[in-house]
């Protein structure tokens, strides 16, 4: 079973919020056709714990919709997500389910209404010992092979790869610099994340899928990119990404088409500033079930 349709099978009523029964959120498209401006659905946890959408199109300048969600955490408990992924159950009934850091455990969170209409509002904790990380993630690579996997950055620099619904663990160190990172490319044989540095660099670290663990990592650009405490990731065409940095400091977001990476000679194309505040504790992509794989490098 892959880890993103690992169940979610025990309540933890002190972290959830109150879930009212509501309107299932808007299904996440597919990334546009190449004749339209795509788009890059970016979701938070504000600091009452509601889950916020912001949905960036890349126009010049780019326009954004935003919308706040379910109550769905306790404030102030969390601390790190990954990927939010939507998925529509069979005959009636959806969820959204992704991994969360609330205080120093991880656990895997699920909201929605179920088959037979009850609400779905639950947490599976997968164990304790996370307040240590700056950066979670999901892959899942779908094709004619199946492959998934979740990464994990600590503050001391070691990247932690778990497989096998966490029973498999690699890690390699030496990644101290890195402030934040995003997922940009899941296929049959490599993960690749772009992650900003402390120092202002930018550079793509690629996770090939065999153990042991050994990233290769290439420098896109030299500086200029360490305002950035979150950077969201999506795909838009059919190997570039659509790439938004968020400055909370300022609580500015700005928007940036990327080429398919290849180290200095990736172009990176500044779209602007995107319309709205963007200082909220923890930010995330929203994807949906049977969206293709990113391919940004």
């Not at 005959?91 to 991880?106: E, H, M, R, W």
């Not at 190997?239 to 398919?260: C, E």
Request: glycine share 10%.
């Amino acid at each position: 079973m892959s880890l993103r349709r690992a169940s979610a099978v025990a309540a933890a009523a002190v972290l959830l919020g109150s879930l009212a029964t509501g309107q299932a959120p808007a299904a996440v498209a597919a990334p546009a056709a190449a004749n339209a401006a795509c788009q890059i659905p970016v979701g938070s946890v504000d600091a009452g714990g509601d889950l916020a959408h912001s949905t960036i199109t890349a126009t010049t300048p780019p326009t954004a919709r935003h919308s706040t969600g379910q109550h769905m955490f306790t404030p102030g408990v969390a601390k790190l997500s990954s990927t939010w992924t939507y998925t529509v159950l069979n005959p009636v009934g959806f969820y959204d389910a992704a991994y969360v850091v609330l205080n120093s455990s991880l656990y895997y969170a699920r909201y929605g209404e179920d088959t037979d209409g009850t609400t779905i509002n639950s947490l599976h904790k997968i164990g304790g010992g996370w307040d240590k990380f700056t950066s979670i993630e999901e892959s899942f690579y779908w094709g004619k092979t199946f492959r998934g996997a979740f990464y994990g950055m600590r503050n001391d620099g070691v990247l932690f790869r778990w497989t096998d619904g966490f029973k498999k663990v690699s890690s390699y160190p030496g990644f101290s610099a890195v402030k934040t990172m995003t997922l940009i490319s899941e296929t049959a044989t490599y993960d690749t994340f772009l992650a900003n540095t402390k120092g202002g660099a930018l550079y793509t670290i690629r996770i090939p899928a065999s153990t042991p663990m050994k990233p290769v990592v290439k420098q896109v650009r030299s500086r200029t990119w360490q305002g950035f405490e979150h950077l969201v990731a999506d795909k838009c065409g059919s190997q570039s990404t659509l790439l938004t940095g968020i400055d909370k400091d300022t609580g500015s977001a700005y928007l940036y088409a990327v080429s398919h990476a290849n180290g200095t000679s990736t172009v990176i194309k500044g779209l602007g500033k995107v319309p709205g505040t963007y200082k909220d504790p923890v930010y995330y992509l929203n994807t949906a079930e049977g969206n293709a794989p990113l391919f940004g490098e």
